[in-house]
């Protein structure tokens, strides 16, 4: 059994000393490795700089990324070339990345120039598209400026992808909410589960998971699913579906 | 001896899950805490979540913190009640912290509608100074947007109340340029030293920092300038500098 897990949170550079940070710090996923590494898979660990690594190394490779874009290219690069029992996508990956970073006073500048003709809303949101400022590596911003003005723009869905290029993996996608209802939990897990064509997805609360416990919800279908309260039961509940359905697709 | 050493870096919340984030690892800070440490000293040190501590515990006092704000409080609280020798302020602080996170419609259509007298760059800085959005600890924005607007304003200059709030105590700042000639970094360092109302100023520039070696500049006035190859070697000269300056002072 071959396993594709993703773990820890991307970053996205606002210039080459600050970052926007999806906070994550690869609990989970090291608990997913080392129950598939232990029952014997090998198993591919994408992951960022700051996660938690696996104690077990024997039948792990670790591929260490930053940004989505990093991302986007690794998972390709990995499901093109590997077939895969399952890919479980534990990873927090930025939602967005900055387009452009100016001073209040340029933006104000570039706007006004650009509202001569109308200052309608529409023109207004054209404006705002057509910026795009290069966060090279190389520069820091000054931090003179009273006020900046950053815009972002949505990254792609890598999850999305997955099964475009493998159609035939296992899908584990996850889904954090912030203190929501049950039913609420529930309610967006299944969206999320069409959405991304996943065979299954963890819906958890950020207001639920502690050091000591983690509350989830693995959804398979509107009449599967089953909830536990810590990170090893998350782990232990993914690695016994996945032998399940795994042992079935592979015969 | 008492030192206050400040080590790691800010994050600044965007939502729940994500912020801006100032990369540094803490290894200096620690290297820093190591050395007066051993020497005999006790140490405040304040530091961030993610960042590494020192080993040594004895005499040591750890404070951690996240944004420039609780950094800002913990600061002032440690200088009212301490009488330090030295302040080494070696953290990363953020420069900007959000005030506002729009969509891209909302943002459109809150300045059209400032925009209807006049559409002039002093009324779309205006407009902008106006907005401000709670980045609620218990709210996540929403990734359905295309692109958001974020405005950032500037925190305040923390190493700029030390010699306020403890006009006695020694200070060394830090200063972190991105890929300048030798001449670059001492004009900004020396700019940065009286800026700052500092004793010491630690110049230093990423290009010239690997995981073996770090390039610093440390200036005391246009004359006094040592310049090291490690963190090691900076924590010896900061050290030593501050034993020489510091014994005199304690008399």
């Not at 080459?16 to 029952?39: D, M, P």
């Not at 190394?57 to 070339?81: F, G, P, S, Y």
């Not at 290029?165 to 296992?170: A, G, S």
Request: charged residues 30%.
């Amino acid at each position: 059994m071959k396993i594709l897990i993703t773990s820890g949170g991307t970053t996205e550079p606002i210039d080459s000393v600050r970052g926007i940070t999806n906070h994550s710090t690869g609990k989970l996923g090291r608990e997913l490795a080392e129950i598939f590494l232990k029952n014997g898979a090998s198993v591919d660990f994408i992951t960022t700089k700051h996660a938690v690594k696996p104690a077990t190394t024997t039948n792990l490779a670790l591929h260490v990324i930053q940004t989505t874009r990093e991302l986007e290219e690794k998972i390709k690069d990995l499901l093109q070339n590997n077939r895969y029992t399952a890919v479980i996508h534990a990873m927090a990956v930025s939602d967005y990345r900055v387009k452009s970073t100016l001073e209040r006073s340029e933006f104000a500048s570039i706007l006004s120039e650009n509202l001569q003709k109308s200052k309608d809303i529409s023109q207004i949101e054209r404006t705002l598209e057509t910026l795009a400022t290069d966060n090279s590596k190389n520069k820091k911003i000054s931090s003179n400026a009273e006020m900046l003005v950053v815009t972002l723009e949505k990254t792609p869905k890598i999850i999305q992808m997955i099964k475009q290029i493998q159609p035939n993996t296992l899908l584990v996608g996850f889904k954090l909410l912030v203190d929501v209802p049950r039913e609420e939990l529930l309610r967006v897990g299944l969206e999320n589960l069409k959405k991304n064509n996943a065979d299954f997805v963890l819906a958890n609360d950020l207001t639920k998971i502690t050091n000591d416990t983690h509350y989830g919800m693995l959804i398979e279908n509107e009449k599967n699913l089953t909830e536990v309260n810590t990170k090893k039961e998350i782990a232990e509940i993914i690695f016994k579906k996945i032998k399940e359905r795994g042992e079935y697709y592979e015969k």
